[in-house]
């Protein structure tokens, strides 16, 4: 029987539901929504209960993908997503939060792979996945002009009403499972996800994440740069703006202006491989972060805006950057094992970071003490770290 094509129709699909999921309407106003309603250190509480719920069940959904398929299982995703924002609109305990955080981590675990497995799969059948990482840069690209069309929206909506983003972003989320009702399940299945295989996986990556001091050391640089820059993409960065004194328009402009600024720069300044190299790269992100992180303690009004665009620059460096350099350390056969391997070590600092974090900020009440304490734990970990990947480098 002829193998149906389908790479096409599932890259245009995969646009199409990621596009609509980048519309997070809710960037500019959760925290200050969230701030109103219950008490820092339990915001903090609630980011880690999702990330944790997540790796919990990366697992067992990976299993439920295999038994009904990553169509079916992308499609629930977006709609426990799409129920999860539309119940945070007028959530107010944090009893109430706690279980919408369930349900994000839930959703994003039932998506996790999937997505991705769909369009690589789909190229393989048809022989074209050499195509895959060029699909990817390019879907990228896109995610990011959608987060900052939502950021820059997000807060004028909340300032006609404040569950407006929420409700909007649901209705995104909808989209997106809609359009993802459009995906075909390749006939060629990546290898099943199984207890066995998933504890294999989690083995063979630490072992190549560590098998030599030169992937130990890009390992080690890797997550101390991809935990740091994680948690202020994902909390303080947004936080420092609201300490700074923006409303919620003004937090959806900056952050809007900010993104565009880093993307922009990055995709067309530090990507030049003559200008950065790779000891050039492992040199920026240690200053770039210090210069960003160190002096948070001191910001005020709009001096602190272009520290905050530095600390988002690091984060979208990271991906962007450090990504390439830390796939090249690891042999193909295990390369996607040991990265995953990385970022299952990056979301365990993070649910301990912003756990931490919720209870300096709970009694001292400012998030610029946790940007310094930041950056006082970049000076003492990356620079050694990245002295040590150059050093060896140049061996």
């Known amino acids: 029987m002829a193998i149906i094509k389908i790479a096409e129709r599932n890259i245009r699909t ?29 915001i903090s509480l609630y980011l880690a209960i999702g990330f944790a719920t997540q790796l919990i069940l990366e ?8 038994l009904i398929g990553r169509r079916k299982t992308v499609i629930l995703g977006h709609l426990i997503d799409f129920v999860q924002y539309g119940l945070f609109a007028f959530a107010v305990t944090f009893a109430q939060f706690a279980v919408l ?89 990546s290898e099943k996800f199984g207890l066995r295989n998933y504890l294999r996986q989690i083995k063979w990556g630490a072992i190549e994440a560590f098998k030599t001091q030169k992937h130990r050391d890009m390992s080690l640089y890797y997550i101390a740069v991809g935990s740091i820059t994680w948690l202020c993409a994902t909390y303080f960065n947004d936080s420092m703006l609201i300490t700074l004194g923006f409303g919620g328009e003004e937090r959806g402009m900056i952050a809007a202006a900010l993104r565009l600024i880093n993307v922009v720069l990055i995709a067309k300044l530090l990507t030049q491989e003559r200008l950065f190299d790779f000891r050039r790269t492992i040199i920026f992100f ?21 520290f905050v665009g530095m600390a988002m620059m690091a984060s979208t460096a990271r991906w962007i950057l450090l990504g390439k350099y830390t796939n090249a350390v690891f042999s193909s056969k295990y390369r996607a094992t040991a990265i995953s391997a990385l970022s ?21 009440g400012d998030t610029r003490l946790i940007y310094s304490l930041l950056g006082i734990i970049t000076v003492i970990t990356v620079p050694y770290l990245g002295y040590r990947l150059v050093a060896n480098k140049a061996r």
């Open 14 to 42: 995969f646009f199409y539901t990621e596009g609509f999921r980048s519309l997070v309407f809710t960037i500019p106003v959760w925290i200050a929504y969230l701030q109103e309603r219950i008490s820092i250190p339990q």
């Open 59 to 66: 697992l067992p959904t990976g299993a439920l993908a295999d």
């Open 101 to 189: 955080s369930v349900l994000s981590g839930t959703a994003e675990a039932l998506r996790s792979g999937s997505l991705e497995a769909l369009v690589y799969d789909s190229l393989k059948q048809e022989k074209r996945e050499s195509e895959f990482q060029a699909v990817m840069a390019k879907m990228g690209k896109w995610f990011q002009i959608g987060l900052m069309t939502g950021t820059l929206l997000g807060g004028f909506m909340a300032s006609w009403w404040v569950a407006m983003p929420y409700l909007a972003s649901s209705f995104a989320v909808l989209c997106a499972g809609i359009c993802a009702t459009r995906f075909v399940e390749p006939t060629i299945d």
């Open 286 to 306: 240690p200053i770039l972060m210090s210069i960003a992180l160190l002096p948070g303690w001191w910001l005020q009004g709009y001096w602190g805006v272009p």
């Open 344 to 364: 299952m070590a990056i979301s365990v600092i993070y649910i301990l970071g912003v756990v931490l974090a919720g209870l300096i900020m709970g009694k001292y």
